[in-house]
């Protein structure tokens, strides 16, 4: 296994149109969803052999997201099915096309409720990288199932990728949130922040210094998405920014986990370390991240929206020749 991904698998109910609120969305559509599930696709998608790990509803919702998953080539062996609890509902609406304003409808859904007992040991201990998301740290069961897994993988030799990937209205307060994401910063090898998120996590604006004070808790590397215009790694050695690459945006969700998806992909390929990673090797592994990003922003939808490594390649070729 290249990349395990832990945490929520959903159905995110997307709007019909983009520039009205939520309350002013005229009727959603539903489509596969959730960020650890969505990397899981995106890494099979551009040739990575992924799995996943995560509890849906023993119901409609929770066998289709079984199924998309399965049609993807994405391992599910990790699957749990809850007979009492429902697979989560997330409603998106979208102001514009690079903004989205969440709500989340479960009490409790069943991505909540995966206990460290219900864990495939197996597949994590097979890993070369598994990652998961802060929406794993904010409840029990799932908070104490993603330190067993970290810890199971850890000790199996796999990177550890984590994805703050914040949403305020699921914490009773962004301290609450600093507090849980901080105790499990040290835990990790790579980590991944947006601009708010570094603000949030170290108080600077500034990429180099709240980079730098992010890798004083352990992890190896940080990266920081910076929406259109790149993204930008520090590993304690060197640091960089790479910029984006310019699209016809139709919807941004999502891109975040098909920018983490590329990372990934590109540095566990041919059994890659993060210690054993140059500047060079960082680098282009960004830029390819960053071009799966641009690409997953030209269709409405995550998963629907994810391009294959074909796709990118001819994207980045392209981009080579102009």
Not at 34 to 41: I, L, Q
Not at 60 to 69: A, D, K, Q, S, Y
């Amino acid at each position: 296994m290249d990349i395990l991904s832990i945490g929520e698998l959903l159905i995110d109910m997307f709007p019909a149109e983009v520039g009205r609120s939520m309350t002013e969305v005229s009727a959603f559509r539903p489509k596969p969803g959730g960020a650890p599930a969505n990397v899981a696709v995106a890494a099979a998608r551009l040739g990575s052999q992924s799995g996943f790990i995560g509890k849906v509803g023993e119901d409609p919702f929770g066998r289709f997201l079984e199924n998309v998953l399965k049609s993807e080539g994405v391992d599910t062996q990790g699957m749990c099915f809850d007979p009492e609890a429902r697979t989560t509902l997330v409603f998106i609406a979208m102001p514009d096309v690079n903004t989205a304003e969440f709500i989340f409808y479960r009490n409790p859904g069943a991505d909540m409720l995966l206990s460290p007992d219900e864990l495939n040991t197996d597949l994590l201990q097979e890993t070369a990288c598994l990652h998961f998301g802060s929406l794993s740290l904010i409840h029990e069961l799932i908070h104490s199932a993603t330190l067993r897994a970290i810890e199971i993988a850890r000790a199996a030799g796999a990177m550890i990728s984590f994805d703050v990937n914040y949403r305020p209205a699921l914490w009773s307060s962004p301290e609450a949130a600093y507090q849980r994401v901080m105790e499990t910063i040290p835990l990790v090898d790579m980590l991944k922040v947006n601009e708010t998120e570094l603000v949030l996590l170290t108080a600077s604006e500034e990429l180099d210094t709240g980079t730098l004070s992010l890798l004083d808790h352990g992890p190896r590397v940080c990266v920081v998405t910076l929406g259109a215009k790149g993204s930008f790694y520090q590993n304690g050695q060197s640091s960089e920014f790479i910029p984006g690459f310019e699209v016809d945006t139709i919807d941004a969700t999502g891109c975040g986990d098909a920018f983490i998806a590329g990372l990934l992909s590109k540095l566990v390929k041919g059994g890659g370390r993060l210690e054993d990673l140059t500047a060079n090797r960082l680098r282009d592994a960004i830029r390819y991240a960053n071009a799966v990003g641009a690409l997953t922003a030209l269709k409405q939808g995550v998963i629907p929206a994810l391009p294959d490594a074909e796709q990118v390649d001819k994207f980045l070729r392209g981009q080579t020749s102009t």
